[in-house]
């Protein structure tokens, strides 16, 4: 009996305190590789990930790079795409967060159930799931927009007669980001949770994987951001929630960006 009241208010404690009844605004799916009774998630990046540094690399005091900021209003759960449209307008390109999806440079799957009322779609890390445009949309991963801005950049080298090398810096620590690539004026794509705060799992937001038939939960309050500087006390982010250069304590971005499996992209052009 205890064990079941204990189970009851699990389930209470996760459905409480979610912005958008199982998809918060702006949120993407959890990447950390876990296992519980009813769900598993796991990363496969799909490029050679940064090399962790051996030793603490030196930095700037503060930094601030001038990134092109866009609101993810017209793509309420969107933020991923609306993130890499901003790093893209950096780099001299004019897309909108939608047109990775209309111009096919990354794919979105819906969540579909079945005749048991069970749930079934894609795998976040190399799809988008739901539709960015509306409040029941969910988001992806790193490895998603990795393949997308491959896509999208890869056939402009030649056109351009410029190489992009797409960074996986999954695992890295923000300061060793900072250190090499913000302080260097390369913004960086990453993962963290909307308005810094914690992030938390809804059992119900869960489907199964159609390729793989696993079980993928989703870590609700989500958020994707550009991280484009720092100083002494804070990062600054282009926030598609809030505004360009925004500022969150080091400490708290850090906790929320290790929640999220500590996701990160660098696009470096040579």
Same mark, same amino acid.
């Given at each position: 009996?205890?064990?079941f009241i204990l189970f009851l208010a699990l389930i209470l404690?996760?459905?409480?305190? =979610?912005?958008?009844?199982? =998809?918060?605004?702006?949120?993407?799916?959890?990447?950390?590789?876990?296992?519980?009774?009813t769900a598993t998630t796991k990363i496969q990046p799909t490029?050679?990930?940064?090399?962790?540094?051996?030793?603490?690399?030196?930095?700037?005091?503060?930094?601030?790079?001038?990134?092109?900021?866009?609101?993810?209003?017209?793509?309420?759960?969107?933020?991923?795409?609306?993130?890499?449209?901003?790093?893209?307008?950096?780099?001299?390109?004019?897309?909108?967060?939608?047109?990775?999806?209309?111009?096919?440079?990354?794919?979105?799957?819906? &969540?579909?159930?079945?005749?048991?009322?069970?749930?079934?779609?894609?795998?976040?890390?190399?799809?988008?799931?739901?539709?960015?445009?509306?409040?029941?949309?969910?988001?992806c991963y790193s490895g998603a927009i990795i393949y997308a801005?491959?896509?999208?950049?890869?056939? #402009?080298?030649?056109?351009?007669?410029?190489?992009?090398?797409?960074?996986?810096?999954?695992?890295?620590?923000?300061?060793?980001?900072?250190?090499?690539?913000?302080?260097?004026?390369?913004?960086?794509?990453?993962?963290?949770?909307?308005?810094?705060?914690?992030?938390?799992?809804?059992?119900?937001? @869960?489907?199964?994987?159609?390729?793989?038939?696993? #079980?993928?939960?989703?870590? @609700?309050?989500?958020?994707?951001?550009?991280?484009?500087?720092?100083?002494?006390?804070?990062?600054?982010? =282009?926030?598609?929630?809030?505004?360009?250069?925004?500022?969150?304590?080091?400490?708290?971005?850090? #906790? #929320?960006?290790?929640?999220?499996?500590?996701?990160?992209?660098?696009? &470096?052009? =040579?």
């Amino acid at each position: 009996m205890k064990k079941f009241i204990l189970f009851l208010a699990l389930i209470l404690l996760t459905s409480c305190g =979610n912005k958008n009844s199982g =998809n918060p605004l702006g949120s993407a799916l959890v990447t950390t590789a876990t296992q519980s009774a009813t769900a598993t998630t796991k990363i496969q990046p799909t490029t050679q990930p940064a090399t962790k540094f051996t030793s603490k690399p030196k930095m700037k005091k503060n930094m601030l790079i001038d990134v092109p900021y866009y609101s993810q209003h017209d793509y309420p759960t969107g933020c991923e795409l609306v993130s890499t449209s901003m790093l893209l307008a950096f780099l001299g390109f004019d897309i909108k967060a939608g047109e990775l999806l209309e111009k096919g440079y990354l794919n979105a799957v819906d &969540i579909t159930e079945d005749s048991k009322n069970r749930k079934h779609g894609g795998d976040p890390d190399k799809v988008f799931i739901g539709n960015p445009e509306k409040n029941t949309g969910y988001g992806c991963y790193s490895g998603a927009i990795i393949y997308a801005l491959n896509k999208y950049l890869k056939p #402009r080298e030649y056109i351009l007669d410029k190489k992009y090398d797409i960074i996986d810096l999954n695992g890295i620590e923000l300061e060793e980001i900072c250190a090499e690539y913000i302080s260097k004026g390369v913004p960086v794509i990453m993962w963290a949770s909307i308005d810094m705060k914690p992030t938390f799992i809804n059992l119900s937001n @869960s489907w199964i994987i159609d390729k793989t038939g696993e #079980r993928y939960l989703w870590k @609700s309050n989500e958020h994707c951001l550009v991280l484009v500087g720092y100083d002494e006390e804070y990062y600054y982010f =282009n926030d598609p929630l809030a505004e360009k250069d925004t500022p969150y304590l080091k400490r708290l971005a850090e #906790r #929320r960006y290790g929640e999220m499996g500590m996701q990160a992209i660098a696009v &470096i052009e =040579n």
